[in-house]
């Protein structure tokens, strides 16, 4: 953090705003959250930006229904990876940085931790590559906080009834994604929260909501020494 509470992205940029990512499987609720956190926010009186991935830019909407859609066929792995990074890429350029140098708040449904949990666990293309690459599709740019809704994936896919190309990827594919979110909560618990997505909606909404005031509070106080 600079010493008015703005932080500075390796692309050079300054970054004013808030920025808040919801992960976890496909099922676990974070619609639900983004929903709650936005509502909470709002009542609050803060400007704020609510956005997804993949497929919030019209480009992206292109790469999603690419990506997702079961009639696309086989996709080689590294393929999906490339479009999911261009995808991250322009949400980043069209969405997220011009609502941060705004001072906005931004809550994204999803964005680098899901590119290195599917493509890089789950494909098996190796999480520390993946990494690599979504930081570069990014410019580095890293969430102030990252709120993951955690649950064992039978308990959550199968709640899907028409699965995507994702969620149809199979049991294995679903456990190597989940963990590979907690390794990631685990290596930087300072920016991570870790919710029990069957948990009560109202509980985790609360403890979301807790932790984000939190962070505000913090900012205000930096920008006010």
Not at 93 to 113: H, T
Not at 192 to 203: G, I, N, P, Q, S
């Amino acid at each position: 953090m600079g010493p008015t509470g703005s932080k500075i992205d390796s692309s050079g940029g300054c970054v004013t705003g808030l920025f808040i990512v919801f992960e976890g499987g496909d099922g676990v609720g974070k619609s639900t959250q983004v929903r709650f956190l936005a509502e909470h926010l709002t009542h609050a009186g803060h400007r704020l930006v609510v956005t997804h991935e993949p497929g919030d830019t019209p480009i992206g909407l292109k790469i999603r229904q690419v990506v997702l859609d079961p009639a696309t066929g086989d996709v080689d792995s590294r393929a999906e990876a490339l479009l999911i990074a261009a995808d991250k890429a322009q949400h980043v350029f069209e969405v997220i940085r011009p609502a941060l140098a705004a001072g906005q708040i931004v809550i994204s449904d999803r964005y680098v931790d899901s590119m290195v949990a599917y493509q890089g666990a789950g494909r098996e293309l190796g999480a520390e590559e993946i990494r690599g690459l979504a930081e570069w599709a990014t410019g580095g740019l890293v969430p102030d906080l990252t709120v993951i809704l955690d649950v064992e994936p039978d308990r959550a896919v199968n709640r899907i009834r028409e699965k995507d190309r994702v969620e149809g990827a199979g049991d294995a594919f679903h456990e190597r994604v989940r963990k590979e979110f907690l390794d990631l909560a685990d290596a930087a618990p300072e920016r991570y929260l870790v919710l029990y997505a069957r948990d009560t909606r109202e509980a985790n909404a609360a403890a979301i909501a807790a932790r984000v005031d939190a962070l505000l509070a913090e900012r205000a106080d930096s920008s006010a020494s």
